[in-house]
């Protein structure tokens, strides 16, 4: 179980999202986090840098994306995250009879939780595709990180739903969780 501590709040990732919508400054759709063309985008873009002595100056709204975009340190309790979630992995790949094992993460609200987990979330997206790249003229790609919300009160149909929107399979018809799991 990993407890992280409480940080200062920050501008929220929608309203920086939206305000690079608002510019047209993306050359896609804006997809949510919660889909895998948006989780996509988000692993494989590069973390904003910093400006480095005797750049040229940034224009007003330059400087607004970047202290809008979450610029994640890898604090202690992240490295502890990563190390966790890393160790956790290697079971969880061979074992396919049982449960696999899991972590909680735990801490008072705003204590970056959903930040240190996109940014784990993130590095282990990159280091499983750049171990295992996906084969020439291959019509599937690998999905090794999903990121689904769970609502409050979620039930086992709840949660495969989620998936099954992250991964854009269609659930308008009705579908017992049994057809939707198959699905996914």
């Known amino acids: 179980m990993v407890n992280l501590r409480p940080h200062q709040q920050s501008q929220s990732t929608a309203s920086a999202e939206a305000a690079d919508g608002e510019h047209g400054d993306t050359a896609e759709p804006s997809w949510p986090l919660t889909t895998w063309q948006g989780w996509h985008r988000f692993a494989t873009t590069d973390p904003v840098t910093p400006p480095q002595p005797g750049d040229p ?46 972590l909680i993460v735990t801490g008072p609200a705003a204590a970056r939780k959903t930040t240190a987990l996109l940014h784990v979330g993130r590095a282990c997206h990159l280091a499983h595709t750049r171990k ?22 979620a039930t086992a149909k709840t949660l495969i739903t989620e998936f099954a929107r992250y991964l854009g399979i269609p659930t308008t018809t009705p579908h017992d969780q049994t057809q939707i799991t198959d699905a996914v």
Do not use: C, K, W
């Open 57 to 102: 100056p940034r224009s007003r709204d330059e400087r607004l994306a970047y202290h809008s975009a979450f610029v994640t340190i890898r604090t202690p309790a992240i490295s502890t995250l990563a190390t966790q979630v890393r160790t956790l992995m290697i079971p969880g790949r061979h074992q396919q009879a049982t449960a696999r094992t899991s």
């Open 132 to 153: 295992n790249p996906a084969p020439p003229g291959s019509a599937h790609t690998a999905v090794p990180v999903a990121y689904v919300l769970v609502p409050p009160g």
